[in-house]
């Protein structure tokens, strides 16, 4: 994976930083408020980082030496608005204008063997600070009254590197702040950069202590691991650690015994090569990406095969129905890391309807299958046609080729039957009403019955009109012993 150049900002930090704030006068001011009330401000983290790196950044955190309440009364002045975003954290956010900021209180935090959240007492240095913080990446400061960049831990010089590593122990790191594992993955993902072997170990020892954490907090992780431009390495870091057993075991579980032969693919290997396919093809869908759900949907559309695995007399690998078992698999983990239902069902459809379009051949489907395509798929369409197109993964390139012109076929004849038809409003051509009085029922089970009826009708034969539709809905009728009043 290609990394960016080397940012000019790592031989001179200050003076980056210097210009960093440069485009934010309202932060001089509010770092005078606190000079005055004799605190001292720093910013620190990631902004801090991401400056030396010439990365863009909406982040504005800051440690002071004032307690919360202080903080608060300095801001108030200051600030159109305050808000408590973690008081006992000895956190502050305010709003300025556009601007927003988070001020906390020099602090370390630990967790104990059975909490779910850190204990947080304040410290009374910044150093001290810095050597609570996750990396010495992000234990760098740059105290705003003075305009003294602080790195006490070689932050700059791991950055230059491209390294991971912790301030204290690593072990002492992540006790402290199990999630601290996965955000070394995001890191890996989102930056590029390589976890110090110590790192690595420590990782791989106390993966079963990440299950300590919410199940919220391992999700968002997740979430910036996924949505960074490159999440494959990160994924495998998870992985190799053995973290992965514990945040998502499927992923893992992937990883298939090769049989003698070579009969069937790596599944794990190419789940990671489908999700970044997926990446690719993202420009595809309204608006573009970075995509959540497809990138969930490609990384787990093949979860269900260990269960479903099967191995015929001539050696021949099957996995029957892993499309439904992998659906039911997403929706149990993914409502365990605390998805929304919507997120949820978004990924288990694109789980269960990746291997329709297997069954349209070189485009035996008729007009009737198409529809129902589009139907089950409904406003997932676009994502199903990236995932569909991203599952293929061979390296015979004529085959890749034809699956990519059948699928193009497939897109060619849901626009014209679109057009024609617009099968996202597909609807029967009576609707409940309607069914009613034409059979003279009251609201019940009777009427959803003669619904889908009509809505299988439709599928298959296209609009048909009022008077059809009602003409077929009472020969339905009269055929399943109805009666009309």
């Given at each position: 994976?290609?990394?960016?150049?080397?940012?000019?900002?790592?031989?001179?930090?200050?003076?980056?930083?210097t210009?960093r704030?440069?485009?934010?006068?309202?932060v001089?001011?509010?770092?005078?408020?606190?000079s005055?009330?004799?605190?001292?401000?720093?910013?620190?983290?990631?902004?801090?980082?991401?400056?030396?790196?010439?990365?863009?950044?909406q982040d504005?955190?800051?440690t002071?030496?004032?307690h919360?309440?202080?903080?608060e009364?300095?801001?108030a002045g200051?600030a159109?608005?305050?808000w408590?975003?973690g008081?006992?954290?000895?956190?502050?956010?305010?709003?300025?204008?556009?601007?927003?900021?988070?001020?906390?209180?020099y602090?370390s935090?630990?967790?104990d063997?059975?909490s779910?959240k850190?204990?947080?007492s304040?410290?009374?240095?910044?150093e001290?600070d810095?050597?609570r913080r996750d990396?010495?990446?992000?234990a760098?400061?740059?105290l705003l009254?003075?305009?003294?960049f602080?790195d006490p831990?070689?932050?700059?010089?791991?950055l230059?590197?491209?390294?991971?590593r912790t301030?204290?122990s690593?072990?002492?790191?992540?006790d402290d702040?199990?999630?601290?594992?996965?955000?070394?993955?995001?890191f890996?993902a989102q930056?590029?950069?390589?976890?110090?072997?110590?790192?690595?170990?420590?990782?791989?020892?106390?993966?079963?202590?990440l299950?300590?954490v919410?199940?919220?907090?391992?999700?968002?992780?997740l979430?910036?691991?996924?949505?960074a431009?490159h999440p494959?390495p990160?994924?495998?870091?998870?992985?190799?650690t053995?973290?992965?057993?514990?945040?998502?075991?499927?992923?893992?579980?992937?990883?298939?015994?090769r049989?003698?032969h070579?009969?069937?693919?790596?599944?794990?290997?190419h789940?990671?090569?489908?999700?970044?396919q997926a990446?690719?093809?993202?420009?595809?869908?309204?608006g573009?990406?970075?995509?959540?759900?497809?990138r969930?949907a490609?990384l787990l559309h093949?979860?269900g095969?260990p269960?479903?695995?099967r191995?015929?007399?001539?050696?021949?690998v099957t996995?029957?129905?892993?499309?439904?078992?992998?659906a039911?698999?997403?929706?149990k983990r993914?409502?365990?890391?605390?998805?929304?239902?919507?997120?949820?069902d978004?990924?288990?459809t694109?789980?269960?309807?990746?291997?329709r379009?297997?069954?349209?051949?070189t485009g035996?489907?008729?007009?009737?299958?198409?529809?129902r395509?589009?139907?089950?798929?409904?406003d997932?369409?676009?994502?199903?046609?990236v995932?569909?197109?991203?599952?293929?993964?061979t390296?015979n390139?004529r085959?890749a080729?034809?699956?990519?012109?059948?699928?193009?076929d497939l897109?060619?004849?849901?626009?014209v039957l679109n057009?024609?038809?617009?099968?996202?409003?597909i609807r029967?051509?009576?609707?409940?009403?309607?069914?009613?009085?034409?059979?003279?029922?009251?609201p019940?089970?009777q009427?959803g019955?003669?619904y889908?009826?009509?809505?299988?009708?439709?599928?298959?034969?296209?609009?048909?009109?009022?008077?059809?539709?009602?003409?077929a809905?009472?020969?339905w009728w009269a055929?399943?012993d109805?009666t009309?009043?």
């Open positions: 994976m290609a990394t960016a150049s080397p940012s000019p900002a790592l031989h001179d930090p200050g003076a980056a930083l210009d704030l440069g485009a934010a006068p309202e001089v001011e509010l770092a005078r408020r606190f005055d009330a004799g605190h001292t401000l720093a910013l620190v983290g990631g902004p801090v980082r991401d400056a030396v790196l010439g990365r863009p950044t504005w955190d800051f002071t030496s004032a919360p309440d202080d903080s009364r300095i801001i200051w159109d608005a305050t408590d975003v008081r006992e954290y000895g956190t502050i956010a305010a709003r300025m204008g556009d601007l927003q900021v988070e001020v906390t209180t602090r935090e630990q967790y063997t059975s779910r850190p204990h947080v304040y410290g009374d240095s910044l001290g810095l050597s990396f010495t990446v992000n760098m400061a740059y009254d003075t305009g003294t602080v831990f070689g932050g700059l010089a791991d230059d590197a491209r390294l991971l301030p204290v690593a072990t002492q790191s992540f702040d199990p999630l601290r594992m996965m955000r070394a993955a995001r890996v930056l590029g950069f390589t976890p110090v072997e110590e790192v690595v170990a420590a990782m791989t020892a106390m993966a079963d202590r299950t300590i919410s199940a919220e907090r391992v999700r968002d992780e979430d910036k691991l996924l949505l431009d494959r990160g994924l495998t870091l998870l992985v190799d053995g973290i992965a057993a514990y945040v998502l075991p499927e992923l893992p579980a992937l990883r298939l015994e049989d003698e070579h009969r069937h693919k790596d599944v794990y290997d789940s990671l090569t489908v999700l970044e990446i690719a093809l993202e420009e595809r869908l309204p573009g990406g970075p995509d959540l759900v497809i969930l490609a093949d979860i095969k269960r479903t695995r191995f015929a007399d001539d050696g021949s996995f029957h129905h892993h499309d439904v078992v992998g039911k698999l997403a929706r993914l409502r365990e890391l605390r998805y929304s239902n919507e997120v949820v978004d990924v288990t694109l789980v269960e309807l990746h291997l379009f297997h069954g349209y051949g035996e489907w008729t007009d009737s299958a198409v529809r395509y589009v139907r089950d798929a409904g997932r369409l676009d994502r199903l046609h995932l569909t197109r991203a599952d293929s993964t390296r390139r085959k080729e034809r699956l990519q012109r059948t699928y193009d897109e060619r004849r849901i626009a057009e024609a038809e617009e099968l996202d409003k029967p051509d009576l609707d409940g009403n309607q069914i009613m009085a034409v059979l003279g029922v009251e019940g089970k009427v019955e003669a889908r009826f009509l809505m299988d009708l439709r599928l298959d034969r296209g609009p048909l009109g009022e008077d059809a539709a009602r003409e809905l009472l020969a055929a399943r109805g009309l009043s």
